[in-house]
C-alpha cells in the first residue's frame, strides 16, 4: 500500500514504512504526519504485523519539520506549542506505545524532530553514512520530539547538553559507540540489517516483548521497589500467554518454539 508521503510494504510477520519526500530530504508537513500516523495506526491492529521497520526513501531519513510549511506573514508570531501538541507529540508516543519492536534504519541524515522520531524507536540502525543533528538551536529553538528526554538517556548529560547546545552533526559511528544507536552498518547493507531484525522479530513472542517496553520505559522514572513491583505485574501477565506455555514446551522437547504473538 502506497500513497504520495508514505509508502508501507507488507513483509511476512512485519511491516516497512518508508517516509517518501525524497526531494524534501522526508521532512515533515502536515499532510506526512497525518499519513505516517495513519500506517502506525493501521499496523498497530493487524494482528499480523509483529513488529515495524521505519526508513526513508532517497538520501535522507528525515531533515524533520519542512521550514517552506514556516512562512509566516509580516507580525504573524507562530503558534509552535500547537504544532507539538496536535503532531509530533502524538506521533512520538504513539511510536513508543507499540507493543510490538519498532527497528529505525536510518539512511543519511536525522535532523531535528526526525533524529528524535528516530530515538523513539527500539532498535535504531544507521547508514555509516548517517549523521545525527539536533539543529534546533541554529533556529533559537529548543529539542522537540523527546530530544530532551531522549539524549541525556543515552549518551549523558554532558553530551546531551554539548549536542542540545552546539548543533553539531553525530557520524552514525560515533552514535554507536555514545550509545545514542544500536549499530552503524554499512550503507549497502543497511536494509538487509533491518530485514534480518523484523524477521527475527516476527516470529518471536510478541506479546512478552511489549511487556518488555513497558518495563524498560516505566525503569525511567520509578524507584527500585515500584520497579520490582511491575515486573512482578508483568511477569504475571506473561506467564498467562500462550508464548510462554511453548516456550517452556519446545524447551523440554529440544525443538525450536512456534510463537504465535498472541495473548
Not at 512485519?14 to 500516523?37: C, G, K, Q, W
Not at 539512511?107 to 543533528?133: P, Q
Amino acid at each position: 500500500m502506497e500513497n504520495d508521503l508514505i509508502v508501507t510494504e507488507h513483509r511476512e510477520g512485519y511491516r516497512v514504512i518508508t517516509l517518501n519526500r525524497p526531494d524534501r530530504l522526508n521532512s515533515f508537513n502536515e499532510a506526512m504526519h497525518a499519513a505516517l500516523m495513519s500506517a502506525l495506526v493501521d499496523a498497530e491492529t493487524d494482528g499480523n504485523c509483529r513488529t515495524l521497520i521505519l526508513t526513508g526513501s532517497g538520501r535522507g531519513f528525515c531533515a524533520g519539520q519542512d521550514l517552506s510549511d514556516r512562512v509566516f506573514s509580516p507580525g504573524q508570531v507562530p503558534d509552535l506549542s500547537s504544532t507539538l501538541e496536535r503532531l509530533y507529540n502524538p506521533l512520538v508516543r504513539k511510536i513508543r506505545a507499540l507493543q510490538m519492536p519498532v527497528i529505525c534504519a536510518v539512511n543519511g541524515v536525522a535532523a531535528g524532530a526526525g533524529a528524535n522520531i528516530a530515538l523513539a524507536c527500539d532498535i535504531v540502525l544507521a547508514a555509516r553514512s548517517a549523521k545525527f543533528i539536533q539543529a534546533f538551536a541554529k533556529l533559537g529553538l529548543v529539542p522537540d520530539s523527546g530530544g530532551t528526554w531522549f539524549l541525556p538517556r543515552l549518551v549523558g548529560t554532558a553530551r546531551a547538553r554539548a549536542l542540545a547546545l552546539l548543533a553539531e552533526p553525530v557520524p552514525a559511528e560515533q552514535a554507536e559507540a555514545w550509545g545514542m544507536i544500536w549499530k552503524a552498518i554499512d550503507d549497502t547493507g543497511l536494509m538487509d540489517e533491518a530485514h534480518r531484525l523484523a524477521a527475527h522479530f516476527a516470529v518471536q513472542p510478541t506479546v512478552g516483548l511489549g511487556l518488555i517496553k513497558q518495563a524498560l520505559d516505566a525503569s525511567e522514572t520509578n524507584d527500585l521497589d515500584r520497579q520490582l513491583d511491575l515486573e512482578r505485574d508483568l511477569q504475571g501477565q506473561a506467564g498467562r500467554t500462550p508464548d510462554y506455555l511453548e516456550g517452556v514446551t519446545a524447551f523440554f522437547e529440544k525443538r525450536q518454539p512456534k510463537f504465535s504473538g498472541r495473548a
